[in-house]
């Protein structure tokens, strides 16, 4: 399987390769339009501001071949930003239209008292549905790192894949045809989120 790792000047690239690298699953970086060609599955690992990725994916060309693989439902991967992006817009930089494959809002965790933010560390993320094949080989008490201050809020819930309690339960997974999508970071996040690599190229590298 081809699978590539959407490069357009920011994100944790190398260590996203390396942790497919070690479930057996070499990886290319896509940064131009015409790489996409050859893929048979798209990784999008995103971090930053929710309006620099979308500035930067549109300087560098990348902008418009996302989205049309994903009006394709052609097998897409996001991790952090590459999850928040699918919605239509953030709170972080108003104004700024993310790619809208789904309707809903990326928002900012509430300011409260003894809450810090950003939300960093481990945490649990509840399946909604154990059976899917995204959580093959997990338990109920599964924990993954998070680091963000913003999370999306889907308008269909059937979307969520899993969620997470911080300040409140909010949707840290999303799955659909061709697509997962989470808030933490597999990459970081030991055995499980290793696990969580090697289930998502099989369910939609089949």
């Known amino acids: ?15 996203v390769r390396n942790a497919f690298l070690a479930v057996e699953q070499p990886a290319t ?17 995103g971090q930053g501001a929710f309006g620099d990725c979308v500035r930067q994916l549109q300087e560098t060309g ?3 071949p996302l989205k049309k693989w994903l009006a394709e439902e052609r097998p897409y991967f996001g991790i952090c930003l590459g999850y928040q992006l699918l919605f239509q ?23 409260q ?3 810090k933010i ?5 945490n649990k993320a509840r399946f909604t549905d154990a059976a899917h094949p995204a959580w093959k080989g997990m338990g109920d008490d599964e924990t993954f790192y998070f680091v963000h201050s913003y999370f999306p809020q889907p308008k ?19 799955a659909a045809k061709n697509l997962l999508a989470v808030q933490f970071h597999p990459e970081k996040s030991q055995k499980a989120g290793l696990t969580l690599l090697k289930n998502a190229l099989e369910y939609l590298g089949r």
């Open 1 to 15: 399987m081809n699978l590539g790792i959407l490069d357009y000047g920011a994100g944790n690239l190398r260590s």
């Open 29 to 45: 970086f896509v940064s131009a339009p015409e790489h996409f060609d050859a893929l048979d599955m798209l990784v999008f690992p």
């Open 62 to 64: 990348l902008w418009d």
């Open 89 to 111: 817009n953030g709170e972080e930089n108003p104004g700024v239209e993310g790619l809208a494959k789904f309707e809903g809002s990326v928002v900012r965790f509430p300011a």
């Open 113 to 115: 008292p003894g809450l």
């Open 118 to 122: 950003p939300h960093m560390g481990w």
């Open 156 to 174: 269909d819930a059937s979307l969520a894949a899993c969620t997470t309690d911080y300040s409140g339960e909010f949707v840290s997974g999303i």
